[in-house]
């Protein structure tokens, strides 16, 4: 048998807009999710034994059974038990780089590259459809995470249809250290004080999803746009998220006097990021909101727009 290096890139949306609730407890969403190259890396071990095991050394990811990482080993050996009866268990050793609970996807990228890896080391020969289709059982963004580039997610955001990739744009994202926002508690108030505007039928929120598809902000993608781009950047969790947290609504202003093609939230934050035309001008943005801004808590990450998701960076025989 093999270990497996692999490389497990964060996502920031470009649009993420609620349509309305579903019978499930979910939302019904349209986004655009982007890859970006700022990535975990996960290696993947066969320890010879019958269990599962987390090391990583960042302070607020967990260990345990709650660790999306091990629930990703541990959907596989509950799909493939003989096979892990076999073969045995796994060391996933995290080497956690992008920002934990900052609505970067972090947990869920980390989950896509151990069905990944687990899918080559046990030479599984599953296809990346039917990974994804157990990657969306660990949650909403892992289908994406495994094939990542520029696509548009509906559904709870696990269905996908990819569009032109977009590189050769650049993100300056900035987040405080000691800020996590809890994605639950986003979505949850969003309800409470939204919901009256939720469309219900499923008719409705089938054309409001084509609407998307069909509009402004794919086709800038699409034409490469950056400029337009950046203006069309939406997300609704903003309504929720920056009322509740005053310091990240004066990053943002902070961001969007500094320039770039346009500022937003990422996901349910608190990470704020601004698009960018060249490294240089992401350079620019974070030196200036570094000036505005002189808290030591708050971190910055420069990051290129990425195609890939999933990759295997190294594998080596045991
Ligand atoms: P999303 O945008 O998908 O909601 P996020 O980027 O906001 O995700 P994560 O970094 O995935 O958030 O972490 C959310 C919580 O999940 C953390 O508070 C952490 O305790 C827990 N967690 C479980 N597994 C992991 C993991 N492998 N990496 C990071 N956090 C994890």
Redesign the pocket.
């Known amino acids: 048998m093999h270990s497996y290096s692999l490389i497990a890139p964060?996502?920031i949306n470009l649009y993420l807009e609620i349509i309305g609730d579903r019978p499930d407890g979910y939302h019904e969403l349209v986004m655009i999710l982007q890859s970006i190259d700022l990535a975990?890396r996960i290696e993947l071990y066969p320890n010879g034994t019958q269990k599962i095991r987390?090391h990583?050394h960042?302070p607020?990811?967990?260990l345990d059974q709650?660790?999306?990482?091990?629930r990703a080993a541990q959907l596989m050996r509950e799909e493939f038990p003989d096979t892990f009866a076999n073969l045995g268990g796994v060391e996933i050793t995290?080497d956690?780089r992008?920002?934990?609970?900052?609505?970067?996807?972090?947990?869920?990228a980390?989950?896509a590259a151990v069905l990944v890896g687990i899918n080559q080391m046990w030479q599984l020969g599953l296809t990346q459809p039917e990974l994804q289709t157990l990657a969306a059982k660990l949650?909403?963004?892992v289908p994406f995470c495994i094939s990542g580039g520029t696509a548009i997610a509906t559904g709870r955001g696990e269905q996908l249809d990819p569009i032109d990739d977009l590189e050769n744009l650049w993100v300056v994202l900035a987040k405080y250290r000691s800020l996590?926002?809890?994605?639950a508690w986003a979505y949850q108030t969003y309800k409470q004080q939204f919901s009256n505007s939720y469309i219900s039928d499923a008719k409705n929120v089938q054309s409001r999803t084509v609407q998307v598809h069909s509009g402004p902000l794919v086709s800038a993608i699409i034409h490469k746009d950056g400029a337009l781009i950046g203006k069309l950047l939406h997300n609704d969790l903003e309504k929720v998220v920056l009322p509740e947290f005053p310091q990240v609504a004066k990053l943002r202003e902070a961001f969007e006097r500094a320039g770039g093609l346009g500022t937003l939230l990422?996901?349910?934050g608190p990470t704020i990021f601004a698009l960018c035309e060249s490294q240089g001008q992401a350079e620019e943005i974070k030196g200036q909101v570094r000036g505005a801004i002189a808290d030591p808590d708050l971190e910055f990450w420069l990051a290129r727009l990425a195609s890939t998701g999933i990759q295997v960076a190294s594998s080596a025989k045991h």
Do not use: E, M, R
């Open positions: 964060a996502k975990d987390v990583c960042h607020q990811v967990p709650s660790n999306l990482a091990y995290i956690k992008i920002p934990v609970a900052a609505g970067l996807a972090g947990g869920s980390d989950a949650g909403s963004d996590s926002v809890s994605t990422s996901g349910s």
